[in-house]
């Protein structure tokens, strides 16, 4: 089982260039979540969806853009990266309901010099 | 304003002992807690959650977890720890509410160190 795949799992980028990191789940969850992680600041909520069509910002949105147009595929755009932006990003997803959990995919480490 | 919290931020456990890893929240309402384990280099693992009844609720790879309304607690527990518990430990809570819309919330991590 594939569950939440996220493409590319590492990245270096220079200040001012445009990325988009992938994330597709084949579970057919309705929600969707885009988290990064920083040492020692556990994980901060970017963005996230409840349903293809409907997104909305989390705890940290700036810098970040995310669209979603299917149940599967939930794309996180970083545009102008700054320094600030060099993170671990995780997507997971969740069926929906409170009391479901959320399933993660392996992260993509993001470096920017 | 809802937060987790992880108070310690690694636990040094020798193998067979019993280990403790403690988590604190505060958040309106009762919340749904859930705790996650991530591997170096890896994703967020789900252990266990509490939704509601029994206090104690068994999870994955034999660990444990005590919910406590009272002292607003939600500490991970194993009888007897492994050197492969080794890991990164998250704490995560999801609070009720008509706003609320499945986020979780979670706490900074703890790394837990079982040594042989």
């Known amino acids: ?113 | 304003a809802q937060s987790v919290a992880q108070p310690e931020d690694q636990v040094n456990v020798a193998e067979g002992n019993p280990l403790t890893v403690k988590c604190t929240y505060s958040v309106s309402g009762n919340p749904y807690l859930f705790w996650y384990v991530q591997y170096p280099n890896r994703g967020l693992q789900f252990l266990l959650k509490y939704i509601t009844g029994d206090n104690l609720v068994k999870g994955s790879y034999g660990f444990e977890a005590e919910f406590n309304k009272s002292q607003t607690s939600f500490h991970l527990k194993k009888p007897s720890a492994l050197v492969s518990d080794s890991a990164l430990y998250f704490c995560a809570v999801r609070p009720h509410g008509s706003s609320n819309t499945g986020k979780l919330i979670f706490g900074q991590g703890t790394t837990l160190q079982v040594k042989p």
């Open chain 1, 1 to 113: 089982n594939a569950g939440v795949t996220q493409t590319p799992k590492f990245r270096i980028l220079k200040i001012g260039q445009s990325m988009t990191l992938q994330c597709t789940q084949d579970m057919n969850h309705n929600y969707m979540y885009w988290y990064r992680q920083d040492p020692g600041m556990g994980l901060k909520l970017i963005y996230y969806s409840v349903g293809a069509g409907i997104t909305d910002k989390g705890e940290v949105p700036n810098g970040y853009n995310v669209s979603r147009s299917t149940t599967e595929d939930f794309p996180l755009r970083l545009e102008l990266a700054a320094p600030s932006q060099t993170s671990v990003y995780f997507c997971a997803s969740s069926y929906g309901g409170l009391n479901t959990e959320a399933f993660f995919g392996q992260g993509t480490r993001l470096t920017v010099v």
